[in-house]
């Protein structure tokens, strides 16, 4: 199994300031071929289902506002929330999907200060 | 826009089979190479992914379930249904239902669409 393992747990960040996750997998999700990392970005609100925000650990998804960027290559990944806005209180995780068995990070709860 | 629903029991006794089924709207259950899955969230854990078919009945698992799990589709009433066998406490969970792209045999993409969720206490 590919492990995510993701930090911190939780963080609280004041408004309009920067919000770094970091997630990291036990070995890597990068595949030579296409030159891609199988890696995603999922936001989830308090009673909401969990929403893409990025996949190949840097494409976002269609609507999601811009302060939302993720990064990384091979096993180390940053999802960075730029200027922090009220809606973003939220867990975020990620998820790789370069194996078969597809696997989740713990998530990371993101708080306003 | 596609919507996902689970639906079920939300306590169900040890040793016995925790069944839920997801309803498809907004969107073909039959679209080609979509596959349909389910993955849970143990209280104050992390995501598992459970297992996943398309609308023909081809299914994956995870291993570390496999045993004890079935995932079936009624394209007819747009909906897939998780049968989990054997259950014990380990078993409660919010389980979700969500749809992923093949890209081939076997291996898939991210969940694109989730469903809410819906809680599974396994008690006596």
């Known amino acids: 199994d590919i492990v995510m393992t993701q930090s911190p747990d939780s963080l609280a960040v004041s408004l309009g300031e920067r919000a770094t996750i970091n997630c990291r997998s036990s070995?890597?999700?990068?595949?030579?071929?296409?030159?891609?990392?199988?890696l995603a970005w999922f936001q989830q609100k308090p009673g909401q289902p969990p929403k893409l925000l990025i996949y190949?650990?840097?494409a976002r998804e269609s609507g999601v506002p811009d302060r939302f960027s993720g990064s990384g290559s091979g096993t180390d990944f940053t999802l960075t929330i730029s200027s922090l806005q009220a809606e973003d209180v939220a867990v975020y995780f990620c998820?790789?999907?370069?194996?078969?068995?597809?696997?989740f990070g713990g998530g990371t709860k993101v708080e306003i200060k | 826009q596609l919507q996902l629903q689970e639906s079920g029991p939300g306590l169900v006794k040890p040793s016995e089979t925790l069944s839920l089924t997801c309803t498809v709207s907004?969107?073909?259950?039959?679209?080609?190479?979509?596959?349909w899955g389910w993955i849970r969230q143990p209280p104050g854990k992390g995501l598992e992914w459970i297992g996943s078919i398309n609308y023909s009945g081809r299914t994956s698992y995870n291993p570390s379930l496999k045993s004890r799990v079935t995932i079936s589709v009624d394209t007819s009433k747009s909906q897939f249904s998780l049968k989990l066998r054997s259950v014990t406490a380990a078993d409660t969970a919010v389980y979700l239902c969500a749809r992923h792209l093949e890209r081939n045999s076997g291996f898939y993409y991210y969940f694109d669409s989730w469903g809410q969720g819906t809680l599974v206490t396994v008690s006596s």
């Open positions: 070995q890597s999700v990068f595949y030579s071929p296409d030159k891609k990392n199988y």
């Open positions: 190949w650990a840097s």
């Open positions: 998820q790789q999907y370069y194996s078969s068995l597809l696997t």
């Open positions: 907004g969107g073909s259950i039959s679209s080609n190479n979509y596959f």
